[in-house]
């Protein structure tokens, strides 16, 4: 079992729709959980840090569940340059510290 | 100007050839890191540095070796590249912090090795 699996979509959503993706981790001990967006052929670049008690910029929205091991992204009112791919990342320190990226997971907004 | 700069930006060559990548930054973090990405895969960390003369061996360190002279520099080498090590690399830079932070990324450096 990966350390951090996402459901590697493709999500394919009208403008406009609301979309939720969700990230599962395996390590009980993980400290701080992140989204980063990475649009194609280029560098990711954090979207947002997930904190316990849920976070909210703008229409994006980021919640943590450490009871159940997983977190999320919620994008509501999504436009077209929301297209892009999101990567859940992990950080805990286990034996030293340890970063892990999820694979992704793709979003194609259409007009 | 991009605050974190990797060279080359692309880079073909053959089975067993040296290999250098470079990665510059200007944001004044002490913490660096070089990943892969692979399709499908996710990044995964190679090595990373939290300080000048700092080494950390990352996930998949195996084929590769790093050297972080100054702090603005930490360079990445394939001593004999092998195909399976073709990707997208990318480095990182991160500020204080062990775990809460964020991390910036180069452009990225293609490595195609036939």
């Known amino acids: 079992r990966k350390e951090v699996e996402q459901d590697p979509g493709p999500f394919n959503v009208p403008e406009g729709a609301t979309v939720a993706f969700n990230c599962t981790y395996s390590?009980?001990?993980?400290?701080?959980f992140f989204w980063y967006r990475q649009d194609c052929r280029k560098e990711p670049k954090l979207l947002m840090s997930?904190?316990?008690s849920g976070n909210e910029d703008g229409r994006f929205t980021a919640q943590l569940n450490r009871a159940s091991q997983y977190i999320s992204l919620l994008i509501r009112d999504s436009k077209l340059s929301d297209s892009a791919t999101y990567l859940c990342?992990?950080?805990?320190?286990?034996?030293?510290?340890?970063?892990?990226f999820g694979a992704g997971t793709r979003l194609f907004v259409k007009a | 100007d991009a605050d974190v700069t990797q060279t080359p930006r692309n880079r073909i060559t053959k089975t067993g050839k040296r290999i250098m990548l470079e990665c510059s930054q200007t944001?004044?973090?002490?913490?660096m890191y070089w990943y892969r990405q692979d399709p499908g895969l996710g990044l995964r960390l190679i090595y990373y540095?939290?300080?000048?003369?700092?080494?950390n061996k990352g996930e998949i360190s195996d084929g590769y070796s790093v050297s972080r002279q100054a702090q603005a520099k930490f360079s990445l080498s394939l001593e004999s590249a092998i195909p399976n090590q073709t990707a997208l690399y990318f480095c990182?830079?991160?500020?204080?912090?062990?775990?809460?932070?964020?991390?910036?990324f180069g452009p990225g450096t293609r490595l195609t090795v036939l």
């Open positions: 990182a830079t991160s500020d204080t912090g062990l775990a809460d932070n964020e991390q910036f």
């Open positions: 390590n009980s001990a993980s400290q701080s």
């Open positions: 997930v904190y316990s």
């Open positions: 990342v992990v950080n805990f320190l286990t034996g030293g510290f340890k970063t892990i």
């Open positions: 944001k004044g973090h002490d913490r």
């Open positions: 540095s939290f300080d000048v003369k700092d080494i």
